[in-house]
C-alpha cells in the first residue's frame, strides 16, 4: 500500500484560531497558509533511486547482506568472490524497488485521474471578475465558482448557489455529509486546521453581525458538487490542512504475528551465527598455533598474519561471509510475492462476488493474509453489517393505540393510497385503522405525523411535477419522512428558514427558527418551529432511554410497553414527543443560543446545556418501529464461523431488546445456552457490584463443570465498565463467554473494546462493519474488513479487505485465510530447514579443512541455490498447495482451529527445522565424504578430490530439499510438477554447462570446475552414493509423518481419509439479496481453479426466546 507524504511547508499556527479575510490574498499571505497542491507519490524521476534505496537498507537484512559485501571486497578475509552476494542482493533490491514504484505510480496515477476527470479547473474572484485557475493555485481566503459535477478540492465554506434559497446537494466519495446552508462571508475566524470530519467551529463578520460558521456549512475536499448549476464558495482550508488530507496521513501499519515472529527468529539465527563463528575462529587458531604452524612449509602463513590469533580473528569474518545463506535474505521478499498471489485469489473468487452491486471481494493490503487464518474475535456492527440497511415503516403507537403493518396481512390486501398523489408506490402498509384516523382528524395522529415530517433534516428534491425524491442523511429518516408522506403529511420543500409541508393536500409553511441536531451523546434531534397560526412548538424524536428524562408522565408506561415490543422482535424503535414553548422564555433562550452557537471556544458544551434546557416537559405523542431485516446467509455464516471457535461480539447502537433478538435470529444466541448473562447497571458503582457478583459466581465453580461451554454476555450499556479495574473484570467474564452483545455503544466505545481485548489477550481481532461509524473500530482490530452497504464507502476505504455482503466472511476466513496461514507455515518451515541444511555442511567441513573458510560448494551453486535452483519449487508450494478443498474447510470448522493455536509455525517447530537441517547437514557431508574416501573411478583415476565431492555433496543436496518439498506438497497442479522436476532439470543442464570446456576455455577463473560433471557423474557409485543419502536425510520425516497421522491425527488427517462422493458440477449462482436498517441513525487467471466449490444450504432459523430477572440476569435453556 503505498503512503501519503505531504510535502508541502508546515504554516506556522500564531493563535489557536484561524482568521482570514475572504478575496484579500495580501492579509491572508501573512499567515502563512499552505497553497492547495498536494503530493500523494512518494517517489519522482530523480530521488526514486536515492530514497528507495535508503528505504530499502533500513531493513536489517539488506544492510547486514551489504555489510558482507563490504567484506567479500577484503581480500585478506573473503574466500568467496563478491558475486555471490551481489546478485541476490541486487536482485531483491530490484524486485523490491520495481514493487515500491509500481505501488507508487498507482497511488499517482489514481490521484492524477480522479483530478481529472472532476476538475478541469476552477474560477476564482480576482478585482472584481472571475479568473480561471488551476486548482493547485488556489490559497486560502480566494472565493471560488463551483460547477455541477465537479470536485471539490480544498474545504470551501459555502456562501450561495443557484439553487433556490442557496442550497446545494453534493454527492461525497469520503465524507458524509449532505446538507449545506447558506451565508453571507467577509471576515472568518475559525478553528485551526484538525481531522475531525464531523466538526467545524468558526464565526463569519459581515457588516458588523457575527454569524455562526458549522460544518453543515462546509463543503469538504473530497465532495463531487450534484445537481447543483453552480454555486460560489470561501476556501477556508487548502491543501495538506484539509480535513479529507488530516485524515490521510500515514496509514496505521498492521503486522502479522508471523511477521513478529520472524523478526525475533532472525534475531536467533543471528545469535546462531555468530556463535558457530565465534567456534570455527577459536578451531582455527587452535588449529593454527598446534599444527598449521608445523606446516608453514607448505602452507606459509600470509605477511600481514601475525599469530595465529589474528589468523582466527580473520578466520571469523570469513566464515561470516560463508554461512551468511543462514540468515535469509530472500526471506522477506518471497514472503510478499506469497502474499501478493494468495491475495489475487480472494480478488478473483466468484464465489464473493455481489452482482447486484457488481462488487468483487477485494484485498486493499497484501500483508495480512496468513493473519485471516488466526482470528479468534470477530467484533462485528449490526446496521448495515447484519442487517440489510433498507428501512422500512413497521408499526407505530399514537396515544397508546397500536398500528402495525403486519396486522392481518394474511387476510388483508395492502393499502391502497391512491387518494393521495404525491404518495410513494413503494411505501406498504396493511392497518386501514390508521387511514381512516388520518381521514376522520384525529388530532394526535395529525400531530404524530406532523412532527415526522418536520423533525428531520430530509431534503425533498422535486424533478418533475409531484415526483419528489428524498434525500436523507439516514435511512431511518427517510422511512419515517416517506411514511408521513403517505398519510398525507408530505415534506415539498424546505429552506434555510421555512419548511412547506402539504397536510392532507393544504400546503402549510413553517418558519424554522432552530434544529437542535442529533449526535451520538444526546440520541435525539428536536426542531423549534413558527406555525402559521403563530404558536411556536418543539419537536423531538430520540431513542426512550434519554427522552425519559425528559417526559411529563402521561402514559408513559404505556408507551414502554410497546416499545419494548417492538424492540423485542427486532425493530428500531423511536419516541416522539412535543411541546408548546412560550414567547418571552423562547426569546431569551435564542438570545443565549445564538451567543453560544458564534462562540469559537467551547461551542459544543455550551450549545449542549442550552439544548438540556428546553428540551424538558415534553408531552409523548407515540412511537415508531422501523424494520431492519437480517442479511442472506448471516445465521448460517455466524453458525460456522462459531463452530470454527471464533468468538463473535456484536457492538450495536441498538437498544437491549433490539440486539437480543437480532441475536437470536442470526444464531447468535441460541436455545440450547446454558446460560445468558446481562450486566445491568445505572452507574459504575452499581456495574462493579454485578461483576463481582458474576465473577464470584464463577470462581465457587457453578459454571466450571461445564467448562464455560455455552455461555453469553449481554452488556446493555458499555459505557458502564470505564474504569480500569471494571474493564479487566469485564474482560476476564466476557472472554470466558461464547459470544457477546454490547448495547448502546458508541463509535468510539468500538474501538475501545477493540483496544482492549488486542491488548489484553493478543488474541488475532477482526472487526467488519459498513459505516463511518465502524471505521475506528476497523482501524483498531488486527483485520480490518468493509462491507460496502448503504453508508458510503468509508469503511471499505478503511478497511484491508472488502465485500459487499456478511456471508462471504466465512469463505474469506475459513477458505483463503485457512489456506494462506498453512501455505505462509509451510514456506517457513521449508525455507529455515533448506538454508540451515545448505549451511551446516560449511560447518562440518571445517573441522576437515583446519578451519581455513573453506567452502563446500561451487560459487556459482551458492550464488544459484536460492535465486533459481529453489526459488520457483517453494513458490509453487506457497500458492498453489492446499490439505484440504474448499467444500471440506466449510463442511467442518473445526479445521480452523489450529491456526489460532499457532500450531503450524512457532518457536518449537523453528527449533525442528534447525534440528532436522543440522541432521540432515551431517548426512549430507558424511555419507559422501566416507563413500569418496579413496575411491577411483572406472578408469582408475581418484575421486577423492574436492571438486568431485562439493558436486556430489551439492547434488545431494538439492534432491534432498527437493524431495522434502514433494513430501510437503499435497494438492499437485501442472505448476508443482513444473517447478519441482523443471529445478531439478535446470540444476544438471546448468552443471554440465559450467562445468564443460568451452566456458573455461573463455573465463577460467570463473569457471574451474572443469570436466567435473562429465566425469562424476557417469560412475555407478556415484549414483548409489546420492541415492542412499537423500533417502536417509528423507527417511525421518516420512517416517514420523506416519506415526502422527496413526497415533495423533489431526482433525485434517481424519477427513482426508473420508472418500468424497462425486459431485455434478453445478453453474454459478447469482442470488441478489434485500437490504434493509435502524431507528436513528448515528448516522477470472487461476483463481477458479483454487477457489471452486459447493454453496450452502443455510438452516432454518431457531425461534427466539429471551427471559431475565433482576440483578445478574441470567437464562437458562429450555432445551
Known sequence: MSRLYITSKKPKQIAQDRELKANDREYNQKFEYPKNFIKTSKYNVLTFLPVNLFE?????????????????????????????????????????????????????????????????????????????????????????????????????????????????????????????????????????????????????????????????????????????????????????????????????FKRTSIDRLMNVLVLWIFGFLAIMCTFLAFGNAFWQHNIGYYFQTFLPWQSYISNSSFSGFLVFWSYVIILNTVVPISLYVSVEIIRLGNSFYIDWDRKMYYPKKDFPAKARTTTLNEELGQIKYIFSDKTGTLTQNIMAFNKCT?????????KHFTKTPKLDFSFNPMADSNFVFYDKSLVEAVNTKKHEVHEFFRLLSLCNTVMPDEKQQGKLVY???????????????????????????????????????????????????????????????????????????VLIYNFVINMFKIYQFYIQEFAGIGLRTLLLASKELNERAFNSWQKRHLEASTSVQNREEKLQLLYEEIERDLHLIGGTAVEDKLQRGVPLTIEKLSEANIKIW???????????????????????????????????????????????????????????????????????????????????????????????????????????????????????????????????????????????????????????????????????????????????????????????????????CGFSAQTVYDEWFITLYNLVYTALPILAMSLFNQDVNDYWSLAYPQLYEPGQLDLFFNKLEFVKCVIHGIYSSLVLFYIPYGALYETVRDDGKTTSDYQSFALIAQTCLLLTVTMEIAIDTVYWTAFNHLFIWGSLVVYFAISFTMYSNGLFAIIPGAFSFIGAARNILNQPHVWLTIFLTTVLCSLPTIILRCIAIETKPTFSDKRKKIVLPKRKSQPIRRVSARRSGYAFSHQRGFGALITTGLNMRPQALRSPTFRSSAGIKTEKSSG
Open 56 to 252: 530499502q537498507f533500513q531493513r536489517i537484512a539488506n544492510a547486514y547482506f551489504l555489510f558482507l559485501l563490504v567484506l567479500q571486497l577484503v581480500p585478506q578475509v573473503s574466500s568467496l568472490s563478491w558475486t555471490t552476494t551481489v546478485i541476490p542482493l541486487l536482485l531483491v533490491l530490484i524486485i523490491t524497488a520495481v514493487k515500491d514504484a509500481i505501488d507508487d505510480y498507482v497511488s499517482y496515477f489514481y490521484m492524477y485521474s480522479f483530478l481529472l476527470a472532476f476538475s478541469t479547473g476552477v474560477y476564482f474572484i480576482l478585482f472584481c471578475r472571475l479568473e480561471r485557475e488551476k486548482w493547485m493555485h488556489v490559497q486560502v481566503g480566494d472565493i471560488i465558482k463551483l460547477q455541477n459535477n465537479q470536485f471539490v478540492t480544498a474545504d470551501v465554506l459555502l456562501l450561495t448557489s443557484s439553487e433556490p434559497h442557496g442550497l446545494v446537494y453534493i454527492e461525497t466519495v469520503t465524507m458524509a455529509f449532505l446538507t449545506i446552508s447558506i451565508m453571507l462571508v467577509c471576515d472568518i475566524k475559525c478553528e485551526i486546521p484538525n481531522n475531525k470530519l464531523d466538526k467545524f467551529v468558526g464565526t463569519l463578520t459581515y457588516q458588523g453581525n457575527k454569524y455562526p460558521l458549522n460544518v453543515e456549512k462546509l463543503l469538504l475536499r473530497g465532495c463531487v458538487l450534484r445537481n447543483t448549476e453552480w454555486c460560489f464558495g470561501l476556501v477556508i482550508f487548502a491543501g495538506p490542512e484539509t480535513k479529507l488530507m488530516q485524515n490521510s496521513g500515514l496509514p496505521t
Open 398 to 406: 399514537i396515544n397508546g393505540v397500536l398500528y402495525d403493518v403486519s
Open 471 to 545: 434525500q436523507a442523511q439516514s435511512p431511518d429518516e427517510g422511512a419515517l419522512v416517506t411514511a408521513a408522506r403517505n398519510f398525507g403529511f408530505v415534506l415539498k420543500s424546505r429552506t434555510p428558514e421555512t419548511i412547506t409541508i402539504i397536510e392532507m393536500g393544504k400546503p402549510t409553511v413553517y418558519k424554522m427558527l432552530a434544529i437542535l441536531d442529533f449526535d451520538n451523546i444526546r440520541k435525539r434531534m428536536s426542531v423549534i418551529v413558527r406555525s402559521p397560526a403563530g404558536k411556536l412548538h418543539l419537536y423531538c424524536k430520540g431513542a426512550d432511554t
Open 650 to 848: 456484536v457492538l450495536t447502537g441498538d437498544k437491549l431488546e433490539t440486539a437480543v433478538n437480532i441475536g437470536y435470529a442470526c444464531n447468535l444466541l441460541q436455545d440450547e445456552m446454558n446460560e445468558v448473562f446481562i450486566i445491568e447497571a445505572d452507574t459504575p458503582d452499581a456495574c462493579r457490584v454485578v461483576i463481582i457478583t458474576l465473577l464470584q459466581f464463577l470462581k465457587n465453580g457453578i459454571l466450571f463443570s461445564n467448562k464455560l461451554d455455552n455461555m453469553y454476555l449481554i452488556v446493555p450499556s458499555i459505557g458502564i465498565c470505564s474504569r480500569k479495574k471494571l474493564k479487566l473484570d469485564f474482560l476476564t467474564i466476557a472472554c470466558s463467554c461464547e459470544a457477546v452483545i454490547c448495547c448502546r455503544v458508541t463509535p468510539l466505545q468500538k474501538a475501545h473494546v477493540v483496544e482492549l481485548v488486542k491488548k489484553h489477550t493478543k488474541a488475532i481481532t477482526l472487526a467488519i462493519g459498513d459505516g463511518a461509524n465502524d471505521v475506528s473500530m476497523i482501524k483498531a482490530a488486527n483485520i480490518g474488513v468493509g462491507v460496502s452497504g448503504q453508508e458510503g464507502m468509508q469503511a471499505v476505504l478503511s478497511s484491508d479487505f472488502a465485500f459487499a455482503q456478511f456471508r462471504y466472511l466465512q469463505r474469506l476466513l475459513l477458505v483463503h485465510g485457512r489456506w494462506s496461514y498453512i501455505r505462509m507455515c509451510n514456506f517457513l518451515r521449508y525455507f529455515f530447514y533448506k538454508n540451515f541444511t545448505f549451511t551446516l555442511v560449511h560447518f562440518w567441513y571445517g573441522f576437515f
